[in-house]
């Protein structure tokens, strides 16, 4: 009986197993994309505005009902909707590699729009990998 349930135990781990891809399915772009150079503006907006409400609010309920509610001025700002930039969203979330870049972009600018903040005109600062 121990050898039976062995047997069970590793086919259905192996068929499991079996069935899980590291692959995303391919997803075709929405009609209304977000080309990728406005995504990343939206994208820099809204993580500025996701690191404020954090520090402002830990309740993750109220983050997640004040997020949809500011997030509206930066949808005006890009003349997009929240429907356009969730199909937008989810088409680069399946396109990881690009996703990668824009976010590593926005990041990027907010490293070096903070670093101009806090230097002044005649300080000296070296940044080095």
Not at 45 to 63: A, C, P, W
Request: hydrophobic letters at 40%; proline letters at 4%; aromatic letters at 10%.
């Amino acid at each position: 009986m121990k050898v039976s349930t062995r047997i069970v135990s590793i086919l259905s781990i192996w068929i499991i197993m079996g069935g899980c891809s590291y692959q995303l399915e391919e997803v075709a772009p929405p009609e209304d994309l977000i080309p990728r150079d406005s995504f990343q503006l939206v994208l820099l907006d809204m993580m500025l505005l996701e690191g404020y409400i954090k520090t402002k609010h830990s309740n993750v309920h109220d983050f997640h009902q004040i997020m949809l509610k500011s997030a509206m001025p930066i949808f005006d700002k890009y003349k997009v909707d929240s429907a356009r930039y969730a199909s937008s969203m989810d088409y680069y979330s399946h396109h990881q590699e690009m996703l990668k870049e824009m976010y590593q972009v926005v990041q990027d600018s907010i490293t070096l729009w903070s670093v101009n903040k806090l230097v002044s005109p005649g300080d000296s600062i070296v940044l080095t990998k």
